[in-house]
């Protein structure tokens, strides 16, 4: 069984910054994406960021570029946020597409979900 677990939310002030991990167990493929999503309050969950299986490809949805960096180590996918916004507030899940490995900023390749992590920034 594929399990994904993600580790690092919490409540944060405006500007600072917070670093989340996502630990995959279980089966995986060799070259697969990683990903990170997010749903906030009240609005449908959305494409942070995916990367690449070898990490050098990144992805990152407009709202997030220059602030957010993903990265991995083998079956470990990061997410450093740094100036954080009131409107990066919301659950962030760790997600995967083991049927691709290219083009990871497609979205709708990811079919397998941790059970997310909160993040609240606080202005």
């Known amino acids: 069984e594929v399990q994904l677990v993600e580790s690092g939310g919490g409540s944060i002030q405006v500007g600072g910054s917070l670093t989340l991990s996502c630990e995959v167990s279980?089966?995986?493929?060799?070259?697969?994406?990683l990903g990170w999503f997010r749903q906030a309050p009240g609005k449908e969950r959305e494409g942070v960021s995916g990367?690449?299986?070898?990490?050098?490809s990144q992805y990152y949805a407009d709202s997030v570029k220059g602030r957010f960096t993903i990265s991995r180590d083998k079956n470990t996918a990061y997410l450093q946020m740094s100036n954080l916004k009131p409107e990066d507030t919301g659950t962030y899940f760790c997600a995967a597409a083991f049927w691709s490995s290219s083009y990871c900023g497609t979205w709708a390749k990811y079919t397998y979900w941790g059970q997310g992590t909160q993040v609240t920034v606080s202005s």
């Open positions: 990367i690449s299986a070898g990490g050098g």
């Open positions: 279980g089966y995986t493929t060799n070259n697969y994406c």
